[in-house]
Nanobody, 124 residues
């Protein structure tokens, strides 16, 4: 069973940066797409970014383009979300997830494996 564990969330001021990590265990990720999603209070869980584990191709939602960077370290079986120029509207619980669907634009329901989430709060 693939297990995903996020870390790195916290409180940061507007304009600041955070790096989220997602450690994977239990599966070889070669045929997976790994994604980051977020869920703000009272809102649906939304897609943020995704990366193909084998090739490193990336895809982002428009609201984070130029500010967030998704990456992976194959040797460490870990993926990252570097978040810069954070805004209050980025406040949410951030989840990493994995899918065998080889489509960077796969929908939330196509991701079978999820981490427990990590809170990111952007506030003065």
């Amino acid at each position: 069973q693939l297990q995903l564990v996020e870390s790195g969330g916290g409180l940061v001021q507007p304009g600041g940066s955070l790096r989220l990590s997602c450690a994977a265990s239990g599966f070889t990720l070669d045929n997976f797409v790994i994604g980051w999603f977020r869920q703000a209070p009272g809102k649906e869980r939304e897609f943020v970014a995704a990366i193909t584990w084998s090739g490193g191709t990336t895809y982002y939602t428009d609201s984070v383009k130029g500010r967030f960077t998704i990456s992976r370290d194959i040797a460490k079986n870990t993926m990252y979300l570097q978040m810069n120029s954070l805004k209050p509207e980025d406040t949410a619980v951030y989840y990493c997830a994995a899918t065998r669907v080889r489509n960077l634009q796969a929908g939330r329901d196509e991701y079978a494996y999820w981490g427990q989430g990590t809170q990111v709060t952007v506030s003065l």
